[in-house]
């Protein structure tokens, strides 16, 4: 779904894909982590960095993030917002978290330019659309769904859009690193499987609700047979 952000990989670096964009980023936390610096610190020099212009306005986006009931701020950078900002974060692996970041930018770049070629493929353009129809058929299957559950007492029926989709991409893909836009980032092969799980997820969803079945045992059925669908796992981006 737009702007769910999805990470059902193990990426070491924590590095981000729009999908509609290709465009890269990085979390801060993910360089003070690196650097070996406290987040502090370095949102006290990003700070300086964007007051003075060095980091410019379209190089960083500015998040919130919840940890222990406390929200707190940090920056998402892109590659050149990144770059300008490294020789100033300074700590005591700067030198090493400056090469696995540039080294990790480069390597995705790599793996989207790769993915581009066969974006013009007549194959893939014949599964976007068809990938497009599928996912209309299951978006209007989990809207009836949520108010089906709501009738029954659901209070967090809103959910089942994110929950279903979620359940759906950890089924079929290994996400890493984390990716917006996750179909824009598929394969031709990725999006027919794709395609097949959500019209199956449709299904069991259309026929739970028919058979007056419980929202939560429809909701654990679509899961079921998600898992009954769907082999080895493959790699968004190929790896």
Known sequence: MKGDIANTGSNTLGLIIDGATHQISVDSRVIAKEFEREHKS?????????ADGTVSQHEFVPRNYQKRGKEYRCFELNKAGCLKAMPFIGGRKSREGQKRLVDEFLRLENQLNRQAKERETLAYQVARLSGKD???????????????????????????????????????????????????????????TLELAELTAAQTLTEGMESQQPYKAIYQAVKAALDGIVGAKVKVLGG
């Open 42 to 50: 370095v949102l006290r020099t990003l700070d300086d960095l964007i």
């Open 134 to 192: 599928s996912r209309g058929i299951l978006t209007d299957a989990i809207q009836q769904f949520a108010d089906y559950a709501r009738e029954q007492g659901s209070q967090n029926a809103d959910r089942y859009f994110a929950n279903i989709t979620q359940a759906i991409y950890k089924a079929l893909l290994i996400i890493e690193p984390q990716a917006t836009e996750i179909r824009e980032l598929l394969t031709a092969v990725q999006l027919k």
